[in-house]
T-cell receptor
């Protein structure tokens, strides 16, 4: 069945360093992937998305890479800041433009000052 | 306005109580969602409304009853809940169709069932 998971449950980085959060997915038919950030006491917040016809997409300080060959997704955060501390979820949507979005297990990012 | 609001922020209820969670958005989104999130777990989809009609019910027990009275409002009626239903309930909204599906989430209602 569909499964979106993460390699590491927690990640600790020094302020100013780059962070890389990884995600593996199993549904090769998924056509759209999203990264969400969830801070304590808040709902998930959209960070960046990528469609399956792309390999890379950049935003402000964030880059998402998609490797369809190995069904792997990553989120790179440049110059990590204390405000980046949160849980990060990858999510996938099946093909056909439907509403069903499946979230991965999540990675907690700690940023050390 | 890019905000999804949810009320109440916290709710404590007994197993015989009836309560409702409310969600509102004014972004013109015609798809609205309810998710359940247990501690240290990802959100799990419960219901999706598209153009005020129920589109997806992820086999949710009937003690949870969703309602979409208009395009801006989404309710979740609760009755005869169990302690294991205690969780954060998240509402989200998005455009109903298209190539992308950016969902905007509210802050959630923290529900405790005694």
């Amino acid at each position: 069945g569909e499964n979106v998971g993460l390699h590491l449950p927690t990640l600790s980085v020094q302020e100013g360093d780059n962070s890389i959060i990884n995600c593996a997915y199993s549904n090769s038919a998924s056509d759209y992937f999203i990264w969400y950030k969830q801070e304590s006491g808040k709902g998930p917040q959209f960070i960046i998305d990528i469609r399956s016809n792309m390999d890379k997409r950049q935003g402000q300080r964030v880059t998402v890479l998609l490797n369809k060959t190995v069904k792997h997704l990553s989120l790179q955060i440049a110059a990590t800041q204390p405000g980046d501390s949160a849980v990060y979820f990858c999510a996938e949507r099946g093909s056909g433009g439907g509403f069903k979005t499946i979230f991965g297990a999540g990675t907690r990012l700690f940023v050390k000052a | 306005d890019t905000e999804v609001t949810q009320t109440p922020k916290h709710l404590v209820m007994g197993m015989t109580n009836k309560k409702s969670l409310k969600c509102e958005q004014h972004m013109g989104h015609r798809a609205m969602y309810w998710y359940k999130q247990k501690a240290k777990k990802p959100p799990e989809l419960m219901f999706v409304y598209s153009y005020e009609k129920l589109s997806i019910n992820e086999s949710v027990p009937s003690r949870f009853s969703p309602e979409c009275p208009n395009s801006s409002l989404l309710n979740l009626h609760l009755h005869a809940l169990q302690p294991e239903d205690s969780a954060l309930y998240l509402c989200a909204s998005s455009q109903p169709t298209g190539a992308v599906n950016e969902q905007f989430f509210g802050p959630g209602t923290r529900l405790t069932v005694l």
